[in-house]
């Protein structure tokens, strides 16, 4: 009985390991080609948040949305991802944007004042609306 106990336990353990594994070693999708929910000014996103915030995670919480606007602040975390804060000039708040490390070259690259097109799963809203494994959407 005892044995039978300690085999469960010893595969039970060994099968958390491995899943524990995978998802520490799942690649994330590339959200370049994938279609967004949603396309929006980021002044509008943050309205919709400042407005009202429960109904706005309703609608774009874990969503990939393609969001334009104007480069606030550039920021390097670092493990070398970049944050870019999109906001209107006369703003306190606007839009943090995320980006993984291989995919921060071309957002390192930008400055202030830069006009941005950026796909990004919506996280929700702390002080900026929050958009996480961000890409620049080239301009057509």
Do not use: W
């Amino acid at each position: 009985m005892k044995k039978n106990l300690l085999i469960l336990l010893i595969l039970a353990a060994l099968g958390g390991g491995i899943a524990g594994f995978y998802l520490f070693t799942k690649q994330h999708p590339d959200l370049q080609d994938q279609q967004p929910a949603y396309t929006l000014d980021a002044s509008a996103l943050f309205a919709e948040f400042e407005a009202d915030e429960n109904a706005a995670n309703t609608k774009y919480l874990d969503k990939l949305l393609e969001v334009q606007g104007t480069v606030a602040e550039v920021s390097e975390s670092p493990d070398g991802g970049i944050t870019l804060v999109l906001r209107p000039e006369d703003a306190m708040m606007g839009v943090q944007c995320s980006f993984l490390p291989e995919q921060s070259e071309a957002a390192k690259k930008l400055s202030p004042g830069s006009k941005v097109r950026v796909k990004g799963i919506c996280t929700g809203m702390l002080m900026d609306v929050n958009l996480s494994r961000c890409v620049l959407v080239p301009e057509s």
